[in-house]
């Protein structure tokens, strides 16, 4: 027991670095929301900087300069803390004015990627100026020992710990009692309202930055003594640091700081008992704690990082629909031929490049069509090498055998890390896969009871027919015939993430990295979409993992590192993530690659390679969020608009006999929504007849929205709801919209991504579910009734607010619903477009589609509607017909006013709803 209780002690030094870093990023994310990646290499160039001080030297981070500056003797303990803490406010003042403000308006996943940047940034320069190799530093806080329980307890780890207690008391009181930290947290829950208020949010946010780095910073500098500078250990510091942080929800800075000593302490017991108890593993059990912890707070009580004032739609730029799968295949000729025109370490480079392109082409299906941000891509390539070498060594299967089934093993692997993705997206997604890529690396690729040894685990080369496929050794290294065959896997890949870009899958996928809800509205079941794209991107990244395994003889730990799969996604992103050109593009300027070997040869710019990179990447978040391969697809648009005939804007419109109105085909049966203490809506009852079009009207706050929302699935409720005789109550919103329910958005929430056509096929997914795949809707006739044939083939962004309604519409319509939910069609359009829908809209319900209209333009309420259903403050306060509801006393007096007038189109009360898809 005092063995326990002495490295439980001895654990409050990680502990308090641990919380050190959670401080700094809830100050961090509370001022600018960025979850800044960057903290633990802050802490480490901050300590380093203290190191060198002491000796007499103060780096310089200019690459290129190798002599750092000498100050002529070694500086005391005071001056190089004092000056150490002062960098470290510099670079959060240049890392916020250089990077992060210009970033203000941007996703908080753009802004963690360009944090990504800043690691590797830093990193690298920190290689580039003192190497890689530990560094010791002389004690900073007094060394002696108490006893406790007969053990003797080391006094530096509590000293380190109470200091970053009352830091954290300090940081506590400058938040809650300044004006200081009155305006930081203004300036969290409302950007604008902070700028109304006169208060100046650049100036708050950089002050933060200046103010988290000093914090990261300190805890550097109080853990150097403790354990050598190494900065591997210190970059990676930041996932149990993200653990603590999220304990606080990244807004309390207590809770933050007593989970990071906790961590600490955990990690430093299982450390001990790895030791110990035979049954752990030899190593990274202490990894597990953060990851548990990540997934306990993130999926089980389904936590979300806090979204602040100021929120923009997610961007990973376009992702272009491939004209033809096969033109990019011609690129296989110049390839062959380079391969065959090198030798030597020139085709290792080539061959290298074709692998990087393999892996990194799973990280476009994860990421660039799905939206999940992944950090484990290289993780699961590792699982797919260390298995091949038991398939092949262990149990003899042979080639090409043994590569699918370690693939299919690593896909599930993938699958498995990709479960937090049903319930999570965006960045915390990127935070549990970075967490389950580091435990990856410590309980299974550098265990040497897994992996067969500090040298890896060894590969038996690939044959096939009695035809050596392997790498060869010796004057034949690296043989042709190795390097076509990944060519061919490369080919074969990249062909079928294109062809997957065209198909049904594909457009589901990003229709899903848009807009879930959206995409759940069209029948999409978004879970199933993202565990289909960690399963093709798993296998994709496994094949990969499998050649690099046969490139090395075997699969090593080093390969496969979470710091080289940050580094991967990093080229990934600044290729161009959303596209096959972007990932082949990934392959040739990945660490080893091609261009890598022609920058440290020829140009001599190797040893920078880091440097240049993390800076592009940084770049490419603020200037071109589509990545090297962007300027291609802008002009491929250019081109392709060019050839399109311009919209017209009176083409012929479909219509039919209005349908007779028959029985109830929805009824909705007492439905009542809470939000705590507040009803959004109160034993409100009503039914639908089929073939008529339905007003729903009132003013705002009446609960319009909520009640369309409780209808199709998206908000908790009350009450029943029934279709055509099939009751709905618990059905996820994509069961409801298979089940005939179609509905559109008041903020349209069209995949932007996506042309009109792909929207509206994205939309004839429920129909397919319920009638088969016989019984896909005609198109063709759609886009005639509701005037859009001629813009079928344009992005969705290129058109006008009225036009982007009516695809909205088109793709409730393309699930052939029995009924359609409709918010607000006419929002933002004028009278003369207004009368414009109305008539499409007749043309739909002519087509045998009723219709649940929320509006609050009562010209076309009173011209189009069979019936009108008026709310005021959550309950029904009239049915009847137009005419009826227009000499209503009561509803005059709560909604139409005296003069009949109709209402402003101002938006419906915000739906205080889960944003989450309950799919």
Not at 266 to 287: I, K
Not at 393 to 411: D, E, K, Q, R, S
Not at 641 to 664: C, F, H, N, Q, Y
Not at 739 to 756: H, K, M, N
Request: with cysteine.
């Amino acid at each position: 027991m005092s063995d326990y209780l002495l490295f439980l002690f001895l654990g409050l030094g990680s502990g308090a670095v641990f919380a050190a870093l959670a401080m700094a990023l809830v100050v961090t994310f509370r001022s600018s929301g960025v979850v800044n990646f960057a903290t633990g290499a802050i802490a480490l160039y901050v300590a380093y900087t203290f190191a060198f001080l002491r000796k007499g030297e103060l780096i310089l981070p200019v690459p290129g300069l190798k002599q750092n500056l000498s100050l002529g003797a070694p500086q005391n303990l005071a001056i190089s803390m004092v000056i150490s803490l002062a960098v470290a406010a510099v670079l959060g003042l240049v890392l916020y004015g250089l990077v992060f403000r210009p970033l203000r308006s941007a996703s908080p996943v753009a802004k963690a990627v360009a944090s990504i940047g800043v690691m590797l940034l830093i990193q690298a320069v920190i290689a580039q100026k003192v190497g890689t190799s530990p560094v010791a530093v002389d004690a900073i806080l007094p060394k002696g020992y108490f006893t406790l329980a007969g053990t003797r307890i080391p006094t530096d780890q509590l000293w380190f710990a109470a200091i970053i207690i009352l830091l954290g008391i300090a940081l506590t009181l400058l938040i809650r009692f300044t004006r200081f930290g009155l305006a930081t947290r203004a300036v969290a829950e409302s950007e604008r309202g902070a700028l109304v208020s006169g208060l100046a949010p650049d100036r708050i946010a950089a002050v933060n930055w200046a103010l988290s780095t000093v914090v990261a910073g300190l805890a550097g500098i109080l853990i150097s003594p403790i354990v050598p500078l190494i900065p591997l250990s210190y970059t990676l510091f930041i996932v149990p640091a993200l653990a603590a942080a999220l304990c606080g929800g990244f807004t309390k800075l207590g809770p933050a700081i007593f989970a990071g000593l906790a961590i600490g302490m955990v990690q430093s017991v299982l450390t001990y008992m790895q030791t110990t108890v035979g049954w752990l593993p030899s190593s990274g059990t202490a990894e597990l704690v953060p990851l548990v912890l990540i997934l306990v707070l993130l999926v089980a009580r389904r936590d979300r990082l806090p979204q602040r004032g100021s929120l923009v739609p997610p961007s990973l730029g376009r992702a272009p629909r491939p004209r033809n799968l096969f033109v990019p295949l011609v690129a296989i000729v110049p390839a062959i031929v380079l391969l065959i025109s090198t030798h030597g370490s020139v085709r290792a480079a080539v061959i290298t490049s074709f692998i990087l392109g393999v892996i990194a082409l799973s990280q476009v299906v994860v990421t660039g069509y799905a939206g999940q941000v992944s950090l484990a891509q290289l993780a699961v390539a590792g699982v797919a090498a260390f298995t091949l070498s038991r398939l092949t060594t262990g149990l003899g299967i042979p080639f090409p055998i043994a590569p699918v089934l370690a693939a299919l093993i690593a896909t599930v692997v993938g699958v498995v890390v990709g479960l937090p993705a049903l319930r999570l997206r965006g960045l915390p997604v990127a935070v549990v896969t970075l967490a389950m890529a580091v435990t990856l690396e410590a309980l299974w690729f550098r265990n040497v009871d897994f992996n067969g040894g500090l040298g890896g685990a060894p590969v038996d080369p690939p044959s096939l027919f009695g035809l050596d496929l392997g790498i060869g050794a010796g004057a034949n290294y690296p043989k042709i015939g190795f390097g076509i065959l990944c060519l061919i896997v490369l080919a074969t890949v990249a062909f079928c993430v294109a062809w997957l870009r065209t198909r049904r899958l594909g457009a589901s996928m990003l229709a899903v990295r848009a807009n879930e809800r959206s995409a759940a509205a069209a029948g999409i079941d978004v879970r199933r979409v993202k565990i289909a794209a960690f399963a093709i991107g798993s296998f994709i990244a496994a094949i990969g993992g499998t050649l690099m395994a046969y490139q090395q003889y075997g699969a090593t730990a080093s390969s496969f590192t979470a710091l080289a799969g940050i580094g991967l996604f990093a080229m990934v992103y600044l290729a161009g993530v959303s596209s096959v050109a972007g990932g082949i593009t990934a392959g040739l300027v990945g660490a080893g690659g091609i261009i890598f070997l022609a920058l440290d040869r020829w140009i001599g710019l190797g040893e920078y390679f880091g440097i240049v990179s993390g800076a592009l990447l940084v770049l490419t978040i603020i200037l071109n969020p589509e990545g090297v391969v962007g300027p291609l697809h802008t002009l491929a648009a250019r081109v392709r608009r060019g050839k399109l005939a311009p919209a017209a804007e009176g083409s012929s419109l479909i219509v039919g006999d209005a349908p007779t109105i028959g029985g109830p085909i929805v009824s909705v049966d007492g439905v009542g929504v809470r939000y705590g203490g507040v009803i959004a809506l109160d034993d409100v009852s009503f039914e639908v007849r089929h073939g008529e079009i339905l007003g729903l009207i009132g003013p705002n706050g009446a609960g319009k929205t909520t009640l369309v929302d409780a209808i199709s699935g998206y908000a908790n409720c009350t009450g029943s709801v029934t279709l055509d005789g099939a009751v709905l109550d618990g059905a996820p919103p994509h069961l409801r919209s298979r089940a005939g329910l179609g509905r559109t958005f008041q903020g349209i929430e069209l995949y932007d991504d996506l042309t009109v056509r792909e929207n509206v096929v994205v939309g004839t997914t429920a129909a397919l579910h319920r009638h088969g795949n016989d019984a896909e809707p005609d198109l063709d006739r759609l886009f005639a009734t509701l005037d859009l044939t001629e813009v079928a083939d344009r992005p969705v962004d290129e058109l006008s607010q009225g036009r982007r309604q009516l695809v909205s519409v088109a793709r409730a319509l393309a699930g052939r619903p029995h009924v359609a939910l409709l918010d607000e069609p006419a929002a933002g359009l004028d009278s003369a477009e207004s009368h414009w829908l109305g008539e499409r809209l007749r043309a739909a319900r002519a087509g045998g589609v009723t219709v649940v209209m929320v509006e609050h333009d009562m010209g076309l309420v009173l011209d189009i509607c069979d019936r009108v259903i008026v709310l005021d403050l959550g309950k029904v306060i009239a049915v009847g017909t137009p005419a009826e509801i227009q000499n209503n006393p009561q509803v005059v007096a709560a909604y139409l006013g005296s003069s009949h007038s109709p209402a402003p189109a101002e938006d419906d009360e915000p739906a205080p709803i889960n944003d989450e898809v309950n799919a």
